[in-house]
């Protein structure tokens, strides 16, 4: 039995011992020329902030670039093709476009409204959730990402 306790025993004295020990005075490890002084009490009066009242920050009004020319005529050409049922034909001019502008919250908008045409709702809840990455503070836009995630999903 005591070999049991032994161990235990010693151990907490030995630990003891070790944290009573003094430890070598090695110096500062930064030379005594190098050390920066301390910096100096201010002078003067000390003046107190002001405070103010608090006011909402404003909200930084986003302008919508405009698509350039050749994403311009594709979208066009996808509206004509959308109309005449040419679904197909229709999300490969719209993703002709992507590939020049990707981050275009439009062009992901109006492909998701395609995909949901040809009952590809997943597709289509993913692409208009894509569009609503985009839209930083299009309110609109927003709101119809979110009404036609809303049709796809249910």
Known sequence: ???????FAVFPLLLAGCATAPLPDRGSPVPPQSRA????PPTGRYKAPEISVYREPVMPSYAKPAPGRAVQVLMAQARQQEQAGELVAAAGSLERALRIE???PVLWNRLAHVRY????YS???????KS???????QALRADNNALIGRARY
């Open 1 to 7: 039995m005591l070999k049991k306790i032994f161990p």
């Open 37 to 40: 002084e301390p910096p100096a």
């Open 102 to 104: 990707p981050k275009n």
């Open 117 to 120: 045409k040809q009952k590809r």
């Open 123 to 129: 597709l289509a809840a993913s692409l208009a959730a």
């Open 132 to 138: 609503n990455s985009f839209a930083a503070q299009d």
